[in-house]
Every structure is written in C-alpha cells, then in structure tokens.
C-alpha cells in the first residue's frame, strides 16, 4: 500500500531535508557562529578559550533544537533525547579536539577516525548505556549532513579549475564501480555489501560509502566496516604513493592527478600531495574535487537502478513506475542536488564565500555525531567475522586495480603527451 504525502513527508529521509535545509537557511539570512564552533588554528589549548566554548555549546543548542523538532515530526521517541543528543555531541566534540592534535592532523588522522575510534572504544570495552541509543539515529545526522554537503559541490568551480580531472573522474568511477560490484560478487560479497564498497572505493570514499548506504537503505554494519576499510587502507597509501611518484619519476602535476584519484579521504589525499609539492597538492585537490561533485549524480544514479531492480538479489521486486520509483527513492539525494545547483548556479560569489566555511563547520558536525553512533553501533567481534574477510579481499582487489587504472589515466591526461599540461 503506498505510502501517503503526509507520512512520506514525515519520513526520515524527508526530514533530514528539511533539517539541512533549516541549517542552510539560517546560515544564509546571517546566523553564522565562527568557525561554526570548532577551529583547530590554535591547537587544542584554543578550543577551551571562554569564547569559542561559549560558541560550541551555541551550536550544539541549536542542532539539538534542530534535531528534536526533526524527531516530533517523524513521531519518534523524544524521551530522554536531549540528554542522549548532549553526550553525543560531547563525544563528538571530544574526538574532534583529539583530531586538532597537531601530530596527528599531520598524518592525516582526522575526525572520521577519531569519531569512529571512540565510538568503538565505547561499545566494545566499555558499555553504551541505554539511555543514549534514543539519539543514535545515524542515518538521521548523516543524511542532513549530505544535504549540507552540497554547499560546497561547486560545479562551476570544478569546471574551471580544469575538466580533466571530470574526465578522469568519470572514467573512474564508469570502470572501477563495476569492477570492484563484479570482484566483490564473485566472491560471494551480498549485492548491498557490493554496491556500498564499489561506490566508496570508485567516487570518494567514507562520503560516497554513506551516501551508497542511503541509496539503497543499507545496512549501517556493513557501512562501519566499508568506512574502516577506507580509513584503514588509507593511511598506508598516503606515505607510500608518494614514494611511487618519486620512484616512477612522474611529475608533480601526474602525481598529484594520481593521488587524487586513488586515496579516499581528502585529508589524506592533501597531506600526500603536500609531501610532492605545490602542482601535485593542487592536481590532487581537484581531482578529488571532481570525484566529489560526481556523487549526487551517482547516489542518484545507484537509488534508481536499486529500485527498479528490487532492492538486494531483485527479490519481490514490485512492479515499476514513476511511483515507486519516487516512494523508494532517497531524498536526501535530490536534496544534495538542490544545495549544490543553489551555491553553484543561483547565490552570488560573496555569498558563497561567506557562508561555504561556516557551513562546512556545521556539516562536520553532523557526521561527527554520525561516526560516533556508527562506533557506538558496533561490535568488532561481529565485524571483523562478517562475510568471512570476503569483503576486505574484495576492497584491495578493487584498490589494486584504482591504482593501476588512476596511473594511466593521470599520464594520458595530465602528462603531456596527448594534452597539454594545465597549468597548476
């Protein structure tokens, strides 16, 4: 029985919209807290100034009022929700100070991990009381984080910064997203697993690993081991491939292409250019940059091909029409797409550049929240036990063949041989 536009509307994938959208709003009629509550510039000692306390208990009121208006109107529990939702964003705040350790942001150890380390610190040595799991709603933070995401997909900036590095985008996401699907399924890896690992391994890592998942409505297990698995595989890459670019005698600018193509996480991907040179961070940051403005299109690509197919193994696959298609399809989604065309196409440059930082701030708050409940959510027992280590097999094979791929891709676009070199 189909759904009705009331109870749609009051879904979660409706509401995280209309959350990222309030944020949005209210960020551009002029409520910007500095540095949304967070700056690293100072080191840790910074972060408890009277001043910047004051601004990130601020903005924590303001996403717990956000976020328990957001749960009233999905009807859910609101009973004890601000004291989970506080010790939430106390963890959060937590793993986010650790991450501004300088000796460790210079190694690319950012808040992802440290969220996603505390969290399972907590859950697996420690207990999750019950009292908490009422805010655990992960997908909840994710999803509004997404739509807030959009702010800084600029496609026009992306474009001029150079359309080689769209071209080597799309040409990786095309051939390793079906490689890796067709590795992981031969070896026996679930469709849903599959996808989320393919998509996360092809555009751009724990964001497209997220937004895989609400795509298709994943599981948040499988999810906590896909983003482990990019964390994990990270690190490692981003001292070695640099040493490959240096043994191969690339130049800056192929390397940098390279490196941006292949690493998962944009602060492992800029640590790792740094370490080349100044083309090389640059190559780098807009290739990633490119992968990132790829994956609204394909998040929407992946939810319509899922739908139509009937979610994992086509099992009871209902019969397909523009219906279904829109009563399935993640909303969060079309809401990426509606920020991202508004900061690209419709608000003046200043405006942009007013409120792209504050934003940022506040969307890394929300997947701050979301890393911490996916760690809470979690027991490594169970994890590392999932699928049989298939999955991992699956994910470096996947890697392996994203190196090689990347490789060629950078020296025929960016080398000079056929093109000419940008100027970078």
């Known amino acids: 029985m189909a759904k009705t536009t009331s109870e749609l509307l009051r879904s979660e994938d409706w509401v995280s919209v209309w959350m990222g959208a309030a944020i949005i709003a209210l ?60 010790a939430l964003f106390g963890l959060a705040w937590v793993a986010r100070a650790v991450a501004c350790d300088s000796a460790l942001s210079d190694r690319g150890i950012n808040y992802a991990i440290t969220s996603l380390a505390l969290g399972l610190f907590i859950s697996n040595v420690l207990r999750v009381p019950d009292w908490l799991r009422t805010a655990m709603r992960t997908e909840y933070y994710i999803k509004a984080g997404l739509v807030i995401l959009g702010s800084s997909v600029l496609f026009g900036r992306v474009l001029e910064a150079g359309m080689y590095g769209m071209v080597q985008a799309a040409a990786v996401i095309a051939v390793i997203w079906y490689l890796c699907f067709w590795v992981a399924r031969k070896l026996r890896v679930d469709e849903e697993f599959s996808a989320m690992m393919a998509t996360a391994v092809s555009i751009c890592g724990v964001s497209a690993a997220i937004a895989a998942c609400g795509a298709i409505s994943g599981d948040r297990k499988k999810l906590s081991y896909v983003t482990s ?3 994990v595989v990270a690190a490692p890459m981003m001292i070695l491939m640099p040493l490959a670019v240096d043994w191969l005698e690339l130049s800056d600018v192929v390397g940098g292409a390279w490196i941006g193509g292949t690493i998962d996480t944009t602060g492992a991907v800029v640590v790792a250019g740094e370490s080349i040179g100044d083309s090389a961070t640059n190559a780098a940051t807009i290739v990633k940059l490119s992968q990132n403005a790829l994956l609204g299109v394909a998040a929407f690509a992946l939810s319509v091909w899922w739908t139509v197919r009937g979610g994992a193994g086509g099992a009871d696959r209902p019969e397909v029409s523009a219906s279904v298609i829109w009563e399935r399809f993640p909303k969060f989604v079309l809401g990426f797409l509606a920020t991202s065309l508004l900061f690209s196409f419709v608000l003046t440059d200043g405006l942009v550049d007013a409120t792209t930082g504050v934003l940022k701030g506040l969307r890394t708050w929300l997947f701050a929240l979301a890393f911490v409940c996916i760690g809470l959510e979690t027991r490594l027992r169970d994890l590392l036990a999932m699928q049989g280590g298939r999955p991992a097999v699956a994910f470096v094979i996947a890697q392996a063949a994203n190196v090689l791929w990347t490789l060629l891709l950078a020296w025929v676009l960016f080398g000079g041989s056929i093109f000419a070199v940008p100027d970078l």
Do not use: K, N
């Open 229 to 231: 698995l990019v964390l």
């Open 27 to 86: 960020v551009l009629v002029g409520i910007r807290p500095e540095a949304a509550g967070l700056s690293c510039g100072d080191g840790i000692g910074g972060l408890f100034a009277p001043g910047r306390l004051a601004t990130t208990l601020g903005v924590g009121a303001a996403l717990l009022v956000l976020s328990t208006a957001g749960m009233r109107l999905m009807e859910g529990s609101t009973r004890g929700f601000a004291a989970g939702f506080a």
